[in-house]
Antibody
Framework: QLQLRESGPGLVKPSETLSLSCTAS??????????WGWIRQSPGKGLEWIGS???????YYNPSLKSRVTMSIDASENQFSLSLKSVTAADTSVYFC???????????WGQGSQVTVSS | QSVLTQPPSASGTPGRRVTISCSGS????????VNWYQQLPGTAPNLIIY???VRPSGVSDRFSGSKSGTSASLAISGLQSGDEAVYYC???????????FGGGTELTVL
């Protein structure tokens, strides 16, 4: 059974870069036909898709975040990562990593990682 | 306000059937498949319906999905207290090039 776990700083200062990793266990990230995605959820609000990355490296990003987002895969570490630059308080959210059956359908999710943007 | 519109709340009594609607447009639900997620308090969303009406392995057959035109519905039969959660619909949007989520429907079992 695939398990995903997010890791990274829980506190990021405004204008700095938010960096999160998602480590997989019970399954391989590389050399398959899945997508690997990031979704966030602000306190008391709904879900916002950040992007989906195919195992080959091609990526789909939310246009509203595209200029600030980079996603990558490290198959040797069986993990994928999210980088969001120039953060503001509006980026304070719980960040989930997930596996995509296709770019838009997520069947396995991490537990979520709370990231607060504050000085 | 979400592009995919869901009622903010729904309720039903144990054993009864409840439906949750999700309204979109031709660029999302009208031309792409719909997924449904269940989010229990304090947990990550869980996929319960994908490709409009397919249940992942392990999901109860009390959950069913349907789509017609630019709207979709999630039906839950034989309501149980454990079904209390927030339910989200989701679909790709061809115009916005984004995965959309509805605003969520909080289900209460009375």
């Amino acid at each position: 059974q695939l398990q995903l776990r997010e890791s990274g700083p829980g506190l990021v200062k405004p204008s700095e870069t938010l960096s999160l990793s998602c480590t997989a266990s019970g399954g391989s990230i590389g050399r398959n036909s899945y997508y690997w995605g990031w979704i966030r959820q602000s306190p008391g609000k709904g879900l916002e898709w950040i992007g989906s990355l195919y195992s080959s490296g091609s990526a789909y990003y939310n246009p509203s975040l595209k200029s600030r987002v980079t996603m990558s895969i490290d198959a040797s570490e069986n993990q994928f990562s999210l980088s969001l630059k120039s953060v503001t308080a509006a980026d304070t959210s719980v960040y989930f990593c997930a596996r995509g059956m296709v770019a838009s359908t997520f069947d396995y999710w991490g537990q979520g990682s709370q990231v607060t943007v504050s000085s | 306000q979400s592009v995919l519109t869901q009622p903010p709340s729904a309720s039903g009594t144990p054993g009864r059937r409840v439906t949750i609607s999700c309204s979109g447009s031709s660029s999302n639900i009208g031309s792409n498949t719909v997924n449904w997620y269940q989010q229990l308090p304090g947990t990550a969303p869980n996929l319960i319906i994908y490709f409009n009406n397919v249940r992942p392995s392990g999901v109860s057959d009390r959950f069913s999905g349907s789509k017609s035109g630019t709207s979709a519905s999630l039906a839950i039969s034989g309501l149980q207290s454990g079904d209390e959660a927030v339910y989200y619909c989701s679909a790709w949007d061809d115009s916005l090039n984004v995965v959309l989520f509805g605003g969520g429907t909080e289900l209460t079992v009375l």
